[in-house]
């Protein structure tokens, strides 16, 4: 008899839902129960292709970005290449002028007062 893996139960409908549902009305609970169901997509490689579907939707999306933030080291891990970022050492570099040193205000022996007595 061989052993067969149970399909998961981690809908993207239902994480879509829930998503919907904490972004128009505010509900916590619904967000985190589809944050808890993305950490569990995101962190298991048993559900990567899963994940990355799910990423199609801007609302999964943007909790990827800002709570997740795997998306970019799954597809590395799935062999995905992402471009990489121009920097600043492929381009001319320019020298920033130097600016003057400050000088010193002189001292005087006597403070000017602040009010007229």
Do not use: C
Not at 10 to 36: M, P, V, Y
Not at 87 to 106: F, L
Request: net charge positive; charged share 30%; glycine share 4%.
């Amino acid at each position: 008899m061989a052993s067969r893996t149970s399909p998961s139960r981690i809908s993207q409908t239902k994480i879509l839902a829930d998503l919907r549902l904490a972004a128009k009305k505010g509900d916590r609970t619904a967000l985190s129960l589809a944050l808890d169901r993305m950490r569990t997509l995101a962190h298991s490689p048993r559900y990567w292709e899963k994940y990355l579907v799910l990423l199609s939707n801007p609302l999964a999306r943007l909790v990827d970005l800002l709570v997740i933030k795997q998306g970019d080291r799954i597809a590395h891990q799935k062999g995905r290449k992402l471009p990489k970022p121009s920097t600043a050492a492929g381009k001319r570099k320019r020298k920033e002028p130097t600016k003057p040193p400050r000088r010193k205000p002189a001292l005087s022996t006597e403070q000017p007062t602040l009010f007229d007595l």
